[in-house]
């Protein structure tokens, strides 16, 4: 990949994602709640990036406006360059399916559908048609070691399967961002740490990795590590090289 | 999202809970099984009458006599005094509109070609028969009126007792003996097929009425030159209830029927006796029409209820799909087909509960019914329009979720 794959500390001259006075209010009858407060934060391609705070931080919010599942009340969110508040519902799972792999803390699998059947379910909606999607996502599949496993159910695997089936799925349309909720939130100390490492293996390749947690050990894995708190981003602390696992 | 795929998911969706969705259909499958047995009764029901009408010709009205009365005792029909050849000439020459007439004598008898013997409808008519009945001669001639003033000794066959006693050999030419008088075999008539009422139209034997009435039929009466019935034919079906009224006052004075006494004769018009046995079967339609609409929305409801639990059920599989990139339109489709698709199979087995059900009535009411291309395509498309109609709400709904809302959904 580019240059920044190999350095993913350095950042680059144009960031990917880019919010300018990013703002979110949820009203609640008479009540409005800023859960993002004029948020300003510049996150380049190839960074590995753990959010933190305690619940209704805004972090959350965060990851589901970086997601495009959600669109800003004020404020600027660049993906790319393209500010998505000017989007329509249709460019905006447009943007979710090409640019955006996202994997959840449930794994969110379709029960009582092969692990195959689960990861070629983004290339069903994607605009190119060309692609073969059974040997696009079995290649997935083996890539994260589960070659074996095509045909299996979400209830013959476990945990940490599941969530290799899931990651597998937010890769198949070669996405440039991925966003991980709380992805060990549901798994065992090793099956985390063994997921953590599939991210980082990710993040060498040169994939963009933005990851929600509230436990210490694994926002240790990312390079860069936001915190959060009231809507407000308090903290913004990078790893020196040295520091890099 | 591509067809096939949307098609894929509604069938496995739909085989996930194989048993509630089966239950669901039950109101789609009583109504299509319905639609069918209402358009087979009803269809079959057309065709009967356009196969006896176009059998008996379509401006062609009946005159027979009607039962007598003695001292107010009413006799059985046609025990009143026959029609004669009077009568028919007087219709014939005095009522306008009238084209053609013909006499009708009819007895069974057997008739005997070598050691072949059968026994058929012998019917002497005269030589307009044809005419008057839109049935032609298919091998040889039909009678002249000569012949038929004359009481010539010659038959013309139906098809059916030509196959019985000729089997492949040509009948025109050969002699049969009708009750042992022997005839000579000059023609024989066009297949005309079963009526309605599975009567076989080609099991009868035509001789000229003279020779009838001199040797087939013993003559009793004091009429002279009876005959059994009249046909009559109007040149234009506009002027048919004139002709028939027309055609009462005549016979009322010739047979001297005084001002507010019945008629001891009919005149029936073909049209007529078959709508009327129509209406039985028309009304019956109406009620099955009446339960296919109820059944319909019904079992509509039934799919609209069932795809909002399903669309609930499936709020962070919703949410999910969204966050992989399905557009509204994706999700609206994949509904809109799972209802469809669960109304079709709702559809087909009424399809095959109906057709069953028709054979069944069909037995029952020896009534003729007739299953069509055309109902197929009825009962598909109406199950279908109720899949489009009742899985658009839950569709739209499934559709117009925050995908936010939908993945956090427990």
């Given at each position: 990949m580019s240059a920044v794959a190999e350095h993913p500390t350095l950042?680059?001259?144009?960031?990917?994602?880019?919010?300018?006075?990013?703002?979110?209010?949820?009203?609640?009858?008479?009540?409005?709640?800023?859960?993002?407060?004029?948020?300003?934060?510049?996150?380049?391609?190839?960074?590995?990036?753990?959010?933190?705070?305690?619940?209704?931080?805004?972090?959350?919010?965060?990851?589901?406006?970086?997601g495009a599942l959600d669109t800003p009340t004020s404020g600027k969110l660049l993906i790319d360059g393209v500010n998505i508040a000017e989007m329509s519902a249709d460019e905006l799972a447009n943007l979710r399916n090409r640019e955006i792999g996202f994997v959840f803390q449930q794994f969110n699998l379709l029960r009582r559908t092969t692990a195959l059947e689960n990861v070629k379910l983004?290339?069903?909606?994607?605009?190119?048609?060309?692609?073969?999607?059974?040997?696009?996502?079995?290649?997935?599949?083996?890539?994260?070691?589960?070659?074996?496993?095509?045909g299996h159910t979400p209830s013959q695997l476990s945990g940490g399967q599941q969530q290799r089936v899931a990651i597998a799925r937010a890769l198949v349309t070669d996405p440039r961002i991925i966003l991980a909720d709380e992805p060990t939130g549901a798994l065992d100390t090793e099956t985390s740490y063994?997921?953590?490492?599939?991210?980082?293996?990710?993040?060498?390749?040169?994939?963009?990795?933005?990851?929600?947690?509230?436990?210490?050990?694994?926002?240790?894995?990312?390079?860069?590590?936001?915190?959060f708190r009231d809507g407000k981003l308090v903290k913004d602390t990078r790893k020196t090289e040295a520091h890099v696992r | 999202m591509t067809l096939l795929n949307c098609l894929r998911t509604a069938i496995i969706a739909i085989r996930l809970n194989a048993m509630r969705s089966i239950l669901t259909t039950l109101g789609i499958i009583i109504g299509v099984a319905s639609v069918i047995v209402m358009t087979a009764i009803g269809s079959g029901a057309r065709k009967e009458i356009e196969d006896q009408i176009s059998a008996l010709g379509t401006n062609m009205l009946t005159l027979s006599p009607g039962s007598s009365r003695f001292r107010g005792r009413r006799s059985e029909a046609g025990t009143a005094k026959p029609l004669s050849e009077a009568d028919m000439q007087a219709i014939q020459t005095q009522v306008p509109g009238v084209t053609l007439a013909s006499g009708e004598l009819r007895t069974t008898a057997p008739v005997v070609y070598g050691n072949q013997n059968w026994t058929t409808s012998v019917t002497g008519v005269h030589a307009e028969f044809p005419e008057v009945q839109?049935?032609?001669?298919?091998?040889?001639?039909?009678?002249?009126?000569?012949?038929?003033?004359?009481?010539?000794?010659?038959?013309?066959?139906?098809?059916?007792?030509?196959?019985?006693?000729?089997?492949?050999?040509?009948?025109?030419?050969?002699?049969?003996r009708i009750r042992g008088v022997p005839f000579e075999v000059i023609g024989v008539m066009e297949t005309r097929g079963?009526?309605?009422?599975w009567r076989d139209r080609d099991d009868i034997a035509f001789v000229p009425?003279?020779?009838?009435?001199?040797?087939?039929?013993?003559?009793?009466?004091?009429?002279?030159?009876?005959?059994?019935?009249?046909?009559?034919?109007?040149?234009?079906?506009?002027?048919?209830?004139?002709?028939?009224?027309?055609?009462?006052?005549?016979?009322?004075?010739?047979?001297?029927?005084?001002?507010?006494?019945?008629?001891?004769?009919?005149?029936?018009?073909?049209?007529?006796?078959?709508?009327?046995?129509?209406?039985a079967q028309q009304t019956l339609a109406w009620l099955l029409a009446a339960t296919a609409a109820i059944s319909l929305i019904v079992g509509g409801i039934g799919i609209m209820n069932i795809m909002l639990v399903s669309v609930t059920e499936r709020t962070r599989e919703i949410g999910l799909r969204m966050a992989v990139g399905a557009r509204r339109r994706d999700i609206l489709t994949q509904f809109l087909t799972e209802s469809v698709v669960l109304c079709l199979i709702g559809g087909a087995i009424g399809l095959g509960v109906g057709i069953a059900l028709t054979f069944v009535v069909a037995k029952l009411a020896d009534w003729s019914?007739?299953?069509?291309?055309?109902?197929?395509?009825?009962?598909?498309?109406?199950?279908?329009?109720?899949g489009l109609i009742f899985g658009f709400l839950p569709a739209r709904k499934a559709a117009r979720l925050n995908p936010i809302d939908a993945l956090r959904y427990e």
């Open positions: 950042p680059p001259a144009k960031p990917l994602i880019s919010c300018v006075d990013l703002t979110k209010t949820y009203v609640m009858g008479e009540q409005s709640l800023n859960a993002l407060d004029k948020v300003n934060l510049d996150i380049a391609q190839g960074e590995f990036v753990a959010i933190m705070g305690p619940s209704g931080s805004g972090k959350s919010t965060l990851l589901n406006l970086i983004p290339l069903t909606y994607s605009a190119k048609q060309d692609i073969d999607a059974n040997s696009a996502s079995r290649a997935r599949l083996e890539e994260i070691g589960l070659g074996e496993r095509l063994e997921i953590m490492d599939l991210f980082t293996a990710l993040n060498n390749k040169g994939l963009t990795i933005i990851l929600v947690t509230h436990e210490q050990e694994i926002a240790e894995y990312a390079h860069r590590k936001l915190s | 839109d049935w032609d001669v298919a091998d040889g001639r039909f009678f002249t009126p000569s012949e038929v003033r004359s009481g010539i000794k010659f038959a013309v066959l139906g098809n059916s007792v030509v196959k019985r006693l000729f089997g492949a050999v040509s009948a025109v030419g050969e002699q049969v079963q009526s309605g009422g009425i003279s020779t009838a009435r001199s040797r087939l039929v013993s003559e009793s009466g004091t009429t002279p030159n009876p005959v059994g019935s009249i046909l009559v034919k109007v040149a234009d079906s506009e002027q048919l209830a004139e002709a028939e009224q027309q055609i009462s006052e005549l016979l009322r004075a010739r047979r001297r029927i005084g001002p507010g006494r019945e008629d001891d004769f009919s005149v029936r018009n073909i049209a007529e006796i078959v709508k009327a046995r129509r209406a019914v007739l299953i069509s291309s055309e109902t197929i395509a009825i009962a598909i498309g109406a199950s279908a329009s109720v």
